[in-house]
């Protein structure tokens, strides 16, 4: 138990996906402008990263390295997210509708997003068990979502500032995150002490 | 819409600079640019699966049929990038070792799929090759060019050899990234005079593949278009 908190709190604190590990930046520079929208995007984001982690670890563990096919772990695992956002956002269509409407929206541009792909490609180089990979997901969603509700915080008070004029737009965005970036280097170690 | 050779080639490296005009890619941008070398790496990495990308798309373009066109082109790029992985572990286990994750997160870098999208449909494999090599260079330019920044700044250093005695811890880790980045983009805006300032209100709306991921979608049902 202690070493799956120890994972959950490293991935949302300490290894930030977009803030410490880049991934995952174009929903977080691109969507974080609405608050509302942040968090709509994270939670699909979260969805869909336990959704893939659940159907790429199995495929991991017992078709590809029983039969020596590690090799096409990039090619499977992009495939099958792809054709599970797909098959996701047909049955929510269809049966969930309140669900679909919440998150639909955000679930096709999350196909190309690196850090549901990487959080997939990490369990299996990190070694995680199914349970481990499963909560190490959840910690890069929970981690995902943190880092856009803060920002998207930063940027509505970005808004209202006078940035001198070849700075606007982009790359005081991006000089905003990096203070936010900043402050979260501040957690490095703090996991470890946390569950002594 | 026939274009000489030339300007296809240099497209890439200055007036659509995929990174810092286009504002592609940034995940890699950011991550790998710890030391010039591994920058160097990355973009010549990422230029191989750009060129090859490019050429195969345009010479399939007629076989692929248009409504399951996304999917194969990422079959394609993913090949790719699994060929281009296994060189890099066999040859070069450091850089391997260094880009970790990254490598094989090329498949879903927007610059390949975009340019698959964007040109290498429409264009002859030739000029679409040419495309890939120049966007390649623009891209391996420019993380070459923050790569070294970051290593000067951050560990005092150019290829591993030692300069200054001082370093700046900050510019190696993230928040480096985010500052370099954002200092370099101003500085594009203020050399082409605003021309690429155009591109300031950084949204995925305006990205190139916007159309493929269903970004445009969610921004017309925000109200945003």
Same mark, same amino acid.
């Given at each position: ?196 | ?40 790496? $990355?973009? !010549?990495? &990422?230029? %191989? ?5 490019? /050429?195969?798309?345009? =010479?399939?373009?007629? @076989? ?21 992985? $296994?060189? !890099?572990? &066999?040859? %070069? ?5 260094? /880009?970790?994750?990254? =490598?094989?997160?090329? @498949? ?34 420019? /993380? ?42 101003? /500085? ?38």
């Amino acid at each position: 138990m202690k070493e799956l908190m120890i994972i959950l709190f490293s991935a949302i604190l300490v290894n930030n996906y977009p803030l410490s590990k880049f991934l995952g930046i174009c929903p977080f520079l691109g969507v974080s402008k609405k608050l509302d929208s942040a968090v709509g995007m994270s939670a699909a984001v979260i969805f869909v990263m336990l959704m893939a982690t659940a159907a790429t670890w199995p495929i991991y563990d017992m078709l590809l390295e029983p039969n020596g096919l590690a090799y096409l772990q990039t090619i499977v695992f992009i495939l099958v997210i792809a054709a599970l956002v797909q098959l996701v956002e047909t049955i929510l269509k269809k049966y969930v509708p309140a669900l679909y409407k919440a998150l639909g929206v955000y679930l096709p541009l999350i196909t190309t997003n690196c850090a549901v792909l990487g959080v997939t490609v990490l369990n299996i180089t990190e070694n995680y068990n199914f349970v481990e990979s499963m909560v190490n997901s959840l910690g890069a969603g929970l981690g995902f979502m943190l880092a856009m509700v803060l920002f998207a915080g930063v940027r509505t008070r970005l808004e209202n500032i006078d940035a001198p004029k070849y700075f606007q737009g982009l790359p005081i965005t991006l000089l905003a995150a990096s203070l936010v970036s900043a402050s979260f280097i501040g957690f490095s170690g703090v996991v470890d002490g946390l569950f002594m | 819409m026939k274009k000489n050779k030339l300007s296809i080639l240099t497209n890439g490296i200055i007036k659509e600079n995929p990174v810092l005009v286009l504002v592609l890619g940034t995940c890699p941008t950011l991550a790998t640019t710890t030391s010039a070398i591994n920058g160097l790496g $990355m973009g !010549v990495a &990422a230029t %191989a699966v750009l060129v090859f990308s490019n /050429l195969l798309i345009s =010479l399939l373009k007629s @076989v692929i049929p248009d409504k399951v066109r996304i999917p194969c082109y990422i079959v394609v790029i993913a090949g790719l990038v699994t060929v281009v992985q $296994m060189l !890099v572990q &066999a040859y %070069a286990i450091d850089l391997y070792n260094a /880009l970790g994750v990254f =490598l094989p997160l090329i @498949v879903v870098n927007c610059i390949i799929l975009g340019r698959a999208e964007m040109f290498a449909s429409k264009n002859s494999p030739l000029d679409s090759a040419l495309d890939g090599l120049g966007m390649g260079m623009g891209f391996t330019l420019t /993380l070459f060019m923050m790569g070294s920044i970051r290593e000067l700044l951050g560990s005092g250093s150019i290829f591993g050899v030692s300069v200054l005695s001082t370093p700046i811890a900050i510019f190696g880790v993230a928040p480096g990234g985010f500052i370099v980045f954002g200092c370099l983009v101003a /500085l594009v805006n203020k050399i082409t005079e605003g021309k690429a300032i155009k591109k300031k209100e950084f949204s995925c709306a305006d990205c190139p593949v916007a159309s493929v991921c269903g970004q445009s979608k969610l921004a017309c049902e925000k109200g945003e278009c």
